[in-house]
């Protein structure tokens, strides 16, 4: 018999407004969380890794996914200090597998973790979602920023769009774009100041593409061989979006990197998370084609969808809805799960969540993360479970 996939939701920790009593409503029973307190880069020591294992276990969940062990910068920038950044890694990674937890998501983007322009954009319900507005990146990247050879990469009719964008911006319109692109790592208020960004943007000049894609590889060859001895499954997750954005390069945008990245160093550690709301921002990018070709590598699943349009904005739409056929995403998921069934493979039970969701009725009255209400991933993951079970029961 194949398995349901594994219910999970995101939580930040005791300072999230979701709390895991809410969480228990969902049906959820497995809970995506991290250490967000500590620095990147720094060691996770065994006792704090125990401490949250310990609260979410006696709220009746399993600790399903660490999303995620941050990777320093030095390491993506290749700078000297990578291999002690690396060695806190490996360390870190040891004291996981001591307390039990055997899958870690983690991201390769430079600099900034995914990237909206709005936080608030409203739906035709009144819903609430994020969106990425491309004329809004342009305005920033070319006239708040203004990042030297910014204006080589956007065509004149994008130079033009930005620019009405951004005379239509009140001062406080102008500074809450600039304090969203410039927003940190999930879980945390970190905010860059537009020196701070430049100084990274600096640090990263002579990395391109290529140069970080050697650095990632370099990454995975010091850490799946050690993730492999101790039973950790390793899972990277897409860049959001998955195209270059401010002068940063992207290496996890498509399904040739995601090839890549699987053929740096062949292991059953070295795995993908699938987030179909990352690659989905790229129409280009065919998600059902990627997991019946990548699937036997997909640890962790990120389902959610956005709704693509003509000028490469995008906002995230309801689940079932959207540029992404999730229908078809759904059933080969369920097709993945019957190969690894029939190859002998025990890992049938991959862990899921509804990524992000709408705030919705009473998420109004909570300062969620953004994406991170509890009734509009409620809604989500309940669309997701039903759609799961009429496929199976289909086939």
Known sequence: MIPDLVQTFRWFGSADPVTLNAIKQTGATGIVTALHHIRAGDTWSL????????????????????????IHESIKIGTAERDHYIENYKETLKNLSQAGIDMVCYNFMPVLDWTRTHLDYRLPNNASALRYHAPAIAAFDLYILQRENAFSEF???QQQAAKIYLGSLTADEKELLINTVLAGLPGTDEVFTI?????????????DERRLKENLCYFLKAIIPYAEQLGIKMCIHP???????????????????????????????????LCTGSLGANGANDIPGIIDRLGQHIHFLHLRNVS??????????????????????????????????EAGRTDLAI??????????????????????????RLKGLAELRGLELGIKRMI
Do not use: C
Not at 363 to 368: A, I
């Open 47 to 70: 006792s704090e890794i125990e401490k949250r294992k310990s609260v979410i276990e006696n709220s009746g969940f399993k600790w399903s996914v660490v999303e995620s062990v941050n």
């Open 155 to 157: 065509t004149v009719q």
């Open 195 to 207: 020196d701070e960004f430049k100084a990274y943007l600096e640090k990263y000049s002579a990395v």
């Open 239 to 273: 860049d959001d979006p998955p195209f270059p954005i401010l002068g940063l390069p992207r290496v996890v945008k498509n399904e040739a990197d995601l090839t890549d990245i699987i053929n740096m160093y062949k292991s059953p550690a070295n795995g993908l998370t």
């Open 308 to 341: 693509r349009e003509a000028d490469g904005s995008f906002y995230e739409a309801e689940h079932l809805t959207g540029s992404t056929d999730m229908f078809a995403v759904m059933k080969g998921i369920i097709t993945e799960q019957h190969k690894r069934h």
């Open 351 to 376: 862990p899921m969540r509804p990524d992000h969701g709408h705030k919705i009725l009473d998420d109004f009255n909570y300062n969620t993360y953004p994406g991170y209400s509890v009734t509009g």
